[in-house]
């Protein structure tokens, strides 16, 4: 199946910095979203990104299909936005999302 | 919308015992799923459904299984809890279709715990 990894695996940033996460993935994909997930547990949608340039705020991702990667930049880095972040995958082939590993964040204040 | 919801929100099992996490979705979704995430390891698949009456294994199947009888329900039952399932689980649910409608949404998860 398709195999996703990102990095960093940690990150610790102080607030205020910006940061920029990445996830590669091995085939061609018709979805990609990004999640985070809060320190309470609770996953959270922060984008749908099959290709192309989205911004939220102070979030925004780019996924470059063709070269089968995906960023995600936070800006301005706040104690809230504490967690793991995943990036999660779907080949046409299949129905249900492969996730990677994760990159845990934590913004110090 | 109440959106994707599990009960209970933390168990506790002994070895050998057998329960059932439920999942319910008021989306009228017709994919759900159940995944397991354990530390360092992200969140593995367990078993899916893309309709009702419909079910399929994912990455990690073993000593689980799972029903849908109604498009809102998606219950995984452990037939005998092992140390080994002692895991965060999250029931997940999305509409089939084109790209337009392709997002997941989780439920708040079951933390498990088995001794």
């Known amino acids: 199946g398709i195999q996703v990894e990102q990095s960093p695996p940690d990150l610790i940033l102080q607030e205020g910095a910006n940061s920029t996460l990445r996830c590669n993935f091995s085939d061609s994909v018709n979805n990609l979203q990004w999640f985070h997930q809060n320190p309470w547990g609770q996953l959270i949608n922060l984008f749908y990104?099959?290709?192309g340039t989205k911004q939220n705020g102070r979030l925004s991702a780019t996924t470059v299909a063709t070269e089968r990667y995906s960023l995600l930049y936070i800006s301005s880095s706040q104690t809230t936005d504490s967690g793991v972040y995943f990036c999660?995958?779907?080949?046409?082939?299949?129905?249900?999302?492969?996730f990677g590993r994760g990159t845990s964040l934590i913004v110090h204040p | 919308n109440a959106g994707v919801t599990q009960t209970p929100k933390f168990q506790v099992l002994k070895t050998g015992q057998s329960m059932t996490l439920q999942c319910a979705q008021d989306?009228?979704?017709?994919?759900m799923s159940w995944y397991r995430q354990d530390p360092g390891m992200g969140l593995r698949l367990i078993h899916y459904s893309v309709g009702a009456g419909i079910t399929d294994q994912g990455e990690v199947p073993n000593g689980y299984n799972v029903s849908r009888s109604t498009t809102e329900d998606f219950p995984l039952r452990l037939l005998s809890a092992a140390p080994s399932q002692t895991s965060v689980y999250f029931c997940?649910?999305?509409?089939?279709?084109?790209?337009?409608?392709?997002?997941?949404?989780f439920g708040p998860g079951t933390r498990l715990t088995v001794l």
């Open positions: 997940a649910s999305r509409l089939a279709g084109g790209p337009s409608v392709d997002e997941q949404f």
């Open positions: 990104i099959p290709s």
């Open positions: 989306m009228n979704h017709e994919y």
């Open positions: 999660a995958v779907r080949t046409g082939g299949s129905y249900i999302p492969t």
